[in-house]
């Protein structure tokens, strides 16, 4: 979702479209940049990759002051118009903005007659700054940021006082400095490719940037201390000769090893024996494929817990009324840890006094700072927008964390907790052994790829596995799907099984295989392709067979056949696999 990113210093222009190339994995639709000139700002953007407005712009003069956006589309369509950066009326400013500016049309009436370019929320900002300008520019800038709603890191360049300023509200903003210079950009990581130090610009705060440094303000004008620190340094962006999402997966089995070690490592679960004797429910929460992880945890957590484990999608959680208290623990699960929904359901947490941790693959994220403990997954970085490895690992983490809190309630025996980690210990290995079968996934991805729908279906802790599955299939595909509990088919779904569409069938437990049998022959005998993910054999299915594991682990390991399958389907489309259309791999918006 959409990057900015905006620099004072020598080479200006080529290094944001350095930039915005690593921000590219965010996901977006169009990109720009501006470059201040002596008394004016020179604004250049394209629809589509950054590849395109790089051959747009062609050889321009450098500068020493830039911004730059990648655009991912939410008000107006996909166009140049649409995309960022937007100059103000007389040229004075220009500004890139990544978030949602709610107020902008009773913004848009108050400006009565003026003439805007584009159908976005954020070109009010330039209009704003032009209006509140009096000779002063960081008074514009205040007097704007006073009139916005809604989510905004917002990178400004000033042509009276060559000087960046930024806005921020509820969406990521890190302002970086290095003998070089300054920096303002939406993630750490970018920002770590030239910052020597970094600081996470808090909610409702204004950013002054120039040669002398940079200076924080509150919306009132009160000057602010913000601490900086320095930032792990991201690796150049790695380049592989297929798809990141196929690399992704084939990582699965070392990443494992690094999620219980790390777990271990870093002090495991954290809380006293006291606190957690106490509680009185613990929420999972989070997004699409995080909050799969999180619903995975619950089920197979229900054999052990005696408290409820309630996941929850974090959208949900903001706007429901769930309840919240001392005796509550959120674990707030997220692979990029800057998805909003997620970040909001967190302060709510907090605002109502329960303990909020987070589960994430990215230190220094905005849900790092916003929980009071971080469990960090050793996923290793992730670029395709369909999440893999991560999903693995937070069930690695989830586990261990749930397990441990069984065992200071005393639901878990040590014997218990002993096999589960001989069962991880094996884990990798049992992972390994179905990547190996990848050309078999391969070839039923060919007869699979023409389905009208592919229905997954499961039960009880196999239900989750079955939702993950056919995520990953719909996003990467577009073919339609739907996860369903097994059960649950033929009170209504069934009416849309026939020859034409395929059902993947998870089937990890023994005690109910015989049930899953009699939903295959169900689905089977109305005409549907079936294939079954299982340590078992089933009549009328091909197999996709997973080696026999630990019965709280299996969730982990079924997952994988489910992102080779999809994955498969998704190259036989001939679908762009890492970059899906309308999805962006950081949801930095609510
Ligand atoms: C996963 O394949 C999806 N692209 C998406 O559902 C993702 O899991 C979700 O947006 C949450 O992201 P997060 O883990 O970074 O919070």
Redesign the pocket.
Known sequence: MCGIFGMIGDGAVGNTLRALGYLEYRGYDSAGIAALRKDRIDVYKTAGRIAALKKFIGDVPETDIAIGHTRWATHGEVCAANAHPFLSPQGRFAIVHNGIIENYRDLRRELNGALFTSDTDSEIVAHLLEKEYRGNALEAVLATARKLRGSFAIAIVSVSDRVLYAIKNKSPLIVGMSEEGAYLCSDIRCASHWASSVAVTPDDTVVELSDNGARFFRLDGTPIEVAFFAPDKAEEAERVDGDFMLKEITEIPSKLRLAEQGYFSSGGLGLTRDIARRLSRVYLI?????YHSGLEAAAVARQWLDIDVLPVIASEFIYDNYTVDGDTLAIFI???G??AD?VRACERVRRSGGIAYAVTNTDSSSLTFACQRTLNIRAGAEYA???TK?YNCQLVTLTLMLLDLGRMRGTVSDATYDEVLRGLEELPRAVEKILEDGYGIAQLAEQLKNSTAIFYIGRTADYPTACEGS??LK?ISYIHSEAYPAGELKHGTLALIDNTVAVVAIATSRELRDKMASSVTEVATRGAKVIAVSPYTFENAVRLAIPETHPYLYGIAAAVPLQLLAYYIAKRLGRDVDKPRN?AK??TVE
């Open positions: 989070g997004c699409g494929t995080a997220s692979q990029s800057e998805t997620t927008v369909a999440s991560a995520l990953k996003e999805l950081s949801v």
